[in-house]
């Protein structure tokens, strides 16, 4: 019923416009032979102007948020219209001796462009009436309201804070006013935009506090790196202001930003770095109108590469995942989030080579994203057969089952943790890795590793842990004081990921620039400040001892990888040893036979064997591991006394 009512109203007003333009053409008096003209031609002219109005989706947009996209849009209808009637103007007079109907089509020029003006600003009219409309009765609702409104200065005057500020006009309900901006721009101090001045920079903030006394701040800064976030945060805490923020740009989906975003300073937007920037068209060509496949899909890492992966436009994208509630819900979220891919949820065991042969066999994907794995260190120090059972024979049976079917690109997603591994998930990455050059190796095809840290808000990472502790009220439990590491956000990760995937030829491991390794009790720090408390004072940290197989300081590539940037700056390609790997198949059948083996020495005994790298007298101070002569005889040594 609203579409056809809007409808009628532009037909309403197209009509009025032209009949308008011909009475002013003749001074407000229409000859009859003129008004007999305008009966003749105006079906045709309205109809010709609300087809140039849909060929250009003006009727789709929302009246209630009419702008200058919309008024462009319906300038450029008209403007293609009377172009038209031009063309027909200038044609009409050779036609009259074989059509006398084509003196109609005879409109006056004058009154063409009359028709243009008042049909073009009409029409933008009365959407602007409408959007004034809504935007007071939102205003008659907040002054409706009992509470205060809320006054808010805006830290950083680009396009996010724009918008911001747009979203506050717009949003009366919510009893929030922008008193201000602050921007380090000197130039753009005493400016007004959108209504709102700038009033200083943020060394500014105290004396604009005093002023005109905000109770909120809002940074509006999507690309502001970590140190400036950090910066206007204690500048605000000095003076008392409640600080808010947007999202930062990996979170943003097209770039868009409304009010229901902004959250409170959280511990990543202090370790934000430059926006990374893709080469879109390379991962398009890899990903879009193909079928891309997924393992570990419900994980943090794998719900993001599928996010990401879905903005492309894969013709199908297939969801490989062992736990069904984590399946179920990035299914739903991408089905609701992209409509228009083809989204296909399978439950499987990555071991399970029966299944996933028969997934690979009925979909034939293109690409593969192997992010099935078991990741935390301390759990699988306790569970070292089921590390080698997800991490190296998973990676085997799905890497294999894609070389065999005729998949085109494969990327192992590897971590830090298997440079110079000093626990048993590390060194199972790290024959995961050795593994993928391998069949590289044979094959020459593009089956890739891409090596990086942790990542923020991920399950089982620390930073939950410690928000849950200080929720608790502490203490905060930190192994060792010296230790550190990298840390990177999920969709940077992931985005960083795809690119590396664009990179590949046959056997490379990538590594993420991580950026600067964190102290851990900086992080511990913050987090409690984020909170609101005070380290030391409300919330006590306190250390514990380093884990079985936790290191200090992580390490991203070997020193013989001889690592070296690729065409990507925050990409680099590690040149390791030979992947040449005589007894692969006989190393891993025999690692296979260790998958229930409850004794960690024994499994890390082995994998010294593989892995030579492997620091197996970890912190803790455990005697060294005899590593054994020959793996096949050590497992049947075993298996003899079994």
């Not at 809504?134 to 609702?141: K, L």
């Not at 945060?233 to 975003?261: A, H, M, Q, W, Y």
């Not at 960690?600 to 994998?607: F, G, I, M, W």
Request: proline share 5%.
């Amino acid at each position: 019923m609203l579409r056809i009512a809007r409808q009628s109203m532009d037909v309403l007003v197209l009509v009025t416009a032209y009949v308008v333009a011909f009475w002013m053409r003749y001074n407000r008096q229409l000859p009859d032979d003129v008004a007999r003209q305008i009966v003749v031609t105006l079906p045709y002219v309205v109809a010709l102007k609300y087809v140039a109005m849909g060929l250009l989706r003006v009727p789709r947009h929302s009246w209630r948020y009419a702008g200058l996209t919309e008024g462009i849009l319906v300038a450029r209808a008209m403007l293609a219209a009377s172009f038209v009637l031009v063309a027909v103007r200038m044609v009409a007079p050779s036609l009259m001796e074989v059509v006398p109907a084509a003196r109609y089509a005879a409109i006056p020029y004058v009154a063409i462009m009359a028709d243009f003006l008042l049909a073009t600003f009409g029409l933008i009219g009365v959407r602007i009436l409408r959007r004034v409309q809504s935007e007071r009765q939102e205003t008659g609702a907040r002054f409706a309201s009992d509470r205060p409104a809320t006054r808010v200065l805006l830290v950083g005057a680009g396009r996010a804070g724009v918008l911001v500020a747009r979203e506050l006009q717009g949003r009366r309900d919510l009893n929030m006013i922008a008193v201000g901006f602050v921007d380090d721009d000197v130039h753009k101090r005493g400016q007004l935009i959108n209504g709102i001045p700038v009033l200083g920079t943020t060394a500014d903030i105290a004396d604009i506090v005093r002023t005109h006394r905000p109770k909120q701040a809002i940074i509006t800064m999507a690309n502001a790196d970590g140190r400036v976030v950090r910066r206007v945060l204690d500048l605000c805490k000095d003076v008392g202001l409640d600080t808010r923020i947007i999202p930062g740009i990996f979170e943003l989906v097209g770039g868009n930003v409304n009010l229901s975003r902004i959250r409170p300073v959280r511990i990543e937007d202090l370790l934000r770095r430059d926006p990374v920037e893709l080469e879109t068209s390379a991962i398009r060509d890899l990903v879009a109108h193909e079928v891309v496949l997924v393992t570990g899909a419900g994980g943090s890492i794998g719900s993001e590469l599928c996010r990401q992966l879905a903005a492309f436009g894969p013709r199908e994208l297939v969801l490989v995942e062992q736990a069904e509630m984590n399946l179920w819900a990035i299914h739903r979220e991408l089905e609701a989030t992209f409509p228009d891919v083809t989204v296909i949820p399978r439950i499987a065991d990555v071991c399970d080579a029966e299944r996933v042969d028969q997934i690979l066999l009925q979909h034939r994907p293109s690409t593969i994203f192997h992010a099935a794995a078991h990741k935390h260190v301390p759990m699988m120090e306790w569970n070292p057969g089921e590390a080698i059972k997800n991490n190296v024979i998973g990676t085997r049976t799905v890497a294999d089952l894609a070389l065999r079917r005729g998949v085109g690109r494969f990327v192992l997603i590897s971590t830090d943790k298997a440079v110079n591994p000093t626990s048993i998930m590390g060194a199972t990455k790290r024959v995961a890795e050795r593994y993928v050059q391998h069949l590289a190796h044979v094959s020459g095809k593009p089956f890739v590793s891409v090596r990086f840290g942790n990542v923020l808000g991920s399950t089982g990472s620390v930073i939950p842990v410690f928000e849950q502790q200080i929720r608790e009220g502490g203490p905060v439990t930190i192994t060792h004081p010296d230790m550190q590491r990298y840390f990177m956000t999920i969709p940077e990760a992931s985005q960083l990921v795809l690119q590396a995937a664009t990179l590949g030829t046959s056997g490379e491991i990538f590594v993420l620039d991580m950026g600067e390794p964190s102290s851990i009790v900086d992080l511990a720090t913050d987090l409690i400040r984020l909170s609101g408390l005070e380290p030391g004072v409300d919330i006590e940290i306190e250390f514990t001892g380093a884990r079985p197989g936790e290191k200090l300081f992580e390490e991203l590539s070997l020193d013989e990888e001889n690592a070296d940037r690729t065409r990507h700056p925050k990409i680099w390609v590690g040149h390791a040893p030979s992947p040449d790997w005589q007894d692969a198949e006989a190393d891993l059948a025999a690692l296979g036979q260790l998958i229930d083996s409850t004794d960690t020495n024994e499994v890390r005994s082995a994998l010294k064997y593989v892995v030579p790298e492997f620091i197996v007298e970890d912190i803790t101070g455990e005697l060294p591991v005899i590593v054994p002569q020959d793996l096949a005889t050590f497992v049947a040594d075993r298996d003899d006394l079994a």
